[in-house]
């Protein structure tokens, strides 16, 4: 009974100096801009910055911030959503000792507001982005997709990283389909143009005839909420009324 007890007092010291060790490497980003008094996450976190307006006092003041907002988004990346934090939160919810959580998506989705709002103003982030692609496939190309015609070589990259990953169902390369998705929603959202996007086209059409089903399945709803054809040859009115 003793060493039961020894070893549970054990797990939880080394919980702590995990959890202390994290939150210490964590304080370490980039100190948080400010506008009108206000912090930048406090600027995002508004409800009217949710809708993408950018007519609405948050995304004045993201924009007034500028390029100083890069460096506090890009270290909400690496700080939000990251594997090391869902790893620790999983150890944290099999015991009652310690009540904090790791924040997961917040994070995550506050970066990319910002760069959403920041549009081509975060041209100069676009580097530092294409190096976090693979360590955040699920968000970066989205980050992308927000900041518009300066992004796009590197969207065109991201179309062609077919990097894999292990996940419960196998092996995954989701990166293309995971952008095929950013860009329809840059569309929608008149971050990109049709014209701009038609530099897309031909890797979407070739992935949705792919056997990386994922990413097959992405390029096909693509091509189908578009209203395009598998073939070039087959929507040349919809491309020339539209797409040119």
Known sequence: MRLIHRKSLFLSALMVAALIAVMLWQARSPDEPTYDGKRLSDWLDEPSALGGDPNTAPAA????????????????????????????NELLQKQRLIK?????????????????????????????????????????????????????????????????????????????????GAISSAITAGRISKPEAAIFLPAIRAWAQSTNQYTADYATNFLQHWHLALSADDDSYELSRAWK
């Open 61 to 88: 003041a993201v924009r007034a911030i500028g390029t100083n907002a890069i460096p506090w988004l890009l270290s909400e990346f690496k700080r939000g959503g990251s594997t090391l934090d869902w790893r620790l």
């Open 100 to 180: 904090y959580r790791f924040p997961f998506d917040q994070r995550v989705l506050r970066a990319l507001r910002g760069f959403y709002t920041l549009g081509p103003l975060a041209e100069p982030a676009i580097p530092n982005l294409l190096e976090l692609v693979e360590s955040e496939p699920g968000c970066i190309p989205e980050a992308l997709a927000g900041i518009g015609a300066p992004a796009l070589p590197a969207l065109q990259q991201c179309l062609t990283n077919a990097k894999s990953y292990a996940t419960s169902a196998g092996q995954l390369a989701p990166i293309p389909g995971i952008t095929i």
